[in-house]
């Protein structure tokens, strides 16, 4: 297994920036997620967020009050003296209305992490039933892609846990409302005051910036360093590795190479950090200028009587917070840039759309089929390969006929089965059903009337019910006709032998699980076929774990469960393959011969070359 480290490609630090684009589809991602709590949210965010400047502007009230009372004439001396005079009812609201404030902040604090688990929850359970539903509408084919694999997992990954953007969001969102009521409460007091705070701030803002964009820039140009030193340091010190490591002595040699990278890396970034010591001790000094310059103002104001000391402090301490709260900001944004664009692959993959789709007018799927399925010149390929699976491929599939298809690896069985369930659709020809093209027809319908096991099926990890069940999933309570299937597969001796019998639960991931071979894997995918009434029956060599026998029972049950259906079989078995009406040769993706079991025997070819190929070996 090759060590495992973080293998993305980065992006250059305007890309990342550009990720802010998500945020508004994200918004709405969260709306509909869930309104209420998202309402709820967001009004407490409000209320807390104006819950600063309130308390500040309390407490200013507070001290004036104080100022005033300690400069009245025969002021009283003790508390108890004061509340007695009567003179502090005003003084004693204001200390109520602050303690009920830091109170109600409390509260509202946990009641906003309340919210917040609540909706993260919420977001992660809607996103991933939306990748779930969306997987279910996309094309095999896209599957098949490794681009788009990567895209899904991506996608998957993020919502798997938090979703740490939704949280940003919304503290950015408060925060932004507290910088406002703040900088409201300075404008009435002096617009200038505003002015000075901005001078403050932006030239360090920028140079933050700056500095912060040279050393992404340079993280990003050595990517390819970073990523090697990286994969040093794994295979330097990894349980996958030591083995060879400790034979090979490569120690010294693995060191030696990841410190001169990191070297090399290191004196650069000692570079940058170097520049920005200089400049930005330059640039927050003038911020501290300008700081100090609207302090001064504010002295200068309450010496003369123009403010009171109460709006000292009120002024001093929004001044000291909005600093700390608007560097809080810009990071805020910057975090959220980054958390941004992770979801470039969720929206990705949601933008990914199904090519293989019903028609605005759809047909529907005839009930009986009366005439069968005929291929003319199909030829198809898969995504990105040069080979063309199947190529001029015509035959007819009769209805209510029995057909086996046989033929050597690759000949293309399995991709025939996959274009007629509609899974892909041909390159080229077309393929009709009842003398119209198939993608005429209602695709749920189609595929309600197919009921095809793989040779690859899927083993769930569910109970050996549930695992017949999945053939038809309506039908999930339905245990008789569970058990009628099951006896048709021959699942049913598998399952008596079963500790729990139907409930048991099948495979090995989780606790409780009894594991099965694969020929008794097989005899419950097999089942499934026999959960649904469909017109189609389709096997597509799921018996190759099957003993000799099994495979003959299961095959001579097919042939008589689908008397007046259509059904095809794919087996490598000619025991079995003998069984069918009409038998599909099938080389290099193209009809070489068909025919009855006697008649293709009777001249010489490729069936009867591994017709006697199979007989020899049983000799
Ligand atoms: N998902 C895929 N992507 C690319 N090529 C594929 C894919 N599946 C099959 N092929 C190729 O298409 C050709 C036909 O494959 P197909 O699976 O239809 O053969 P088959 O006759 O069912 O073979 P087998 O007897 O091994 O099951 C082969 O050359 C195979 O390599």
New binding site residues.
């Given amino acids: 297994m090759p060590p495992n480290f973080d293998q993305r490609q980065p992006v250059s630090y305007a890309a990342r920036w550009a990720a802010l684009k998500n945020v508004p589809a994200f918004i709405r991602m969260v709306w509909r997620a869930s309104p209420g709590l998202t309402t709820i949210m967001i009004a407490l965010r409000l209320v807390r967020a104006i819950m600063p400047v309130t308390m500040l502007w309390i407490g200013k009230l507070i001290i004036d009050e104080v100022v005033r009372l300690i400069g009245l004439d025969n002021s009283p001396g003790s508390l108890t003296d004061w509340w007695q005079s009567g003179l502090a009812g005003y003084l004693s609201l204001l200390v109520i209305a602050e303690l009920g404030l830091a109170l109600g902040s409390d509260l509202l604090g946990r009641g906003v992490n309340y919210t917040n688990a609540l909706l993260q929850e919420r977001l992660v359970i809607s996103l991933s039933i939306r990748v779930m539903d969306h997987a279910a509408d996309l094309d095999l084919e896209d599957f098949?892609d490794a681009t788009f694999q990567d895209k899904l997992d991506r996608a998957r990954r993020i919502t798997v846990g938090n979703i740490p953007l939704l949280t940003q969001m919304m503290a950015l969102l408060q925060d932004l409302v507290t910088v406002a009521s703040f900088a409201a409460g300075l404008v009435i007091f002096n617009p200038w005051l505003v002015v000075l705070l901005l001078i403050a701030l932006i030239p360090a803002f920028l140079g933050e910036t700056h500095f912060n964009a040279l050393t992404y820039a340079m993280n990003y140009r050595r990517t390819a360093e970073r990523r090697e030193m990286d994969y040093l340091r794994m295979v330097g010190a990894s349980a996958e590795s030591a083995k060879e490591v400790k034979i090979f002595a490569l120690n010294g040699f693995l060191r030696d190479r990841f410190a001169d990278l990191s070297q090399r890396f290191y004196a650069e970034n000692r570079g940058i950090l170097r520049r920005q010591l200089l400049w930005m001790a330059l640039l927050t000094g003038f911020g501290t200028l300008s700081y100090y310059g609207a302090y001064l103002w504010i002295i200068g104001a309450t010496l003369s009587g123009v403010l009171s000391i109460g709006d000292l402090t009120f002024l001093s301490g929004s001044f000291l917070r909005l600093r700390g709260l608007l560097e809080g900001v810009l990071s805020g944004f910057s975090g959220m840039a980054s958390q941004a664009l992770r979801l470039d692959d969720l929206f990705d993959y949601f933008n990914e759309l199904p090519e293989i789709a019903s028609p605005a007018d759809p047909l529907p799927v005839p009930d009986p089929i009366r005439q069968g399925f005929t291929f003319e010149n199909v030829g198809f390929r898969?995504?990105?390969?040069e080979?063309w699976?199947?190529r001029n491929l015509s035959f007819t599939l009769r209805a209510g006929e029995t057909l086996a298809?046989v033929?050597?690896?690759?000949?293309?069985?399995?991709?025939?089965?996959?274009l007629l369930a509609r899974l892909y659709d041909p390159d080229e020809g077309r393929i009709l059903l009842d003398g119209r093209d198939l993608r005429d027809y209602d695709l749920d319908q189609l595929r309600a009337a197919m009921g095809v096991i793989f040779?690859d099926f899927v083993r769930y990890a569910m109970s050996a019910a549930d695992n017949i069940a999945v053939g038809r999933i309506e039908a999930r309570g339905d245990l008789p006709r569970i058990e009628a299937a099951a006896q048709q597969s021959g699942a049913d001796q598998v399952i008596s032998k079963l500790p729990a019998g139907y409930e048991q639960m099948v495979g090995k991931q989780f606790a409780r699980g009894v594991d099965l071979s694969g020929g008794e894997w097989q005899k419950l995918a097999i089942a499934r076929a026999y959960m649904r009434h469909a017109q189609v029956l389709i096997l597509?060599?799921p018996t190759a774990a099957l003993d000799a026998r099994s495979e003959f029972e299961v095959f001579q049950h097919f042939k008589e469960l689908s008397t007046g259906k259509t059904a095809v079989l794919?087996s490598?078995r000619f025991s079995s393959v003998r069984m069918a009406d009409r038998i599909l040769v099938?080389a290099d993706?193209r009809v070489e011969a068909e025919g009855t079991h006697a008649e293709l025997l009777a001249a010489p070819g490729r069936y009867r070359d591994l017709f006697e190929l199979q007989a020899a070996g049983y000799r």
């Avoid at 898969?382 to 390969?385: G, Q, V």
């Fill in positions: 098949e898969y995504p990105n390969a080979r699976a199947v298809l033929g050597e690896n690759g000949a293309g069985k399995t991709t025939l089965v996959k040779q597509d060599e794919i490598h099938l993706g």
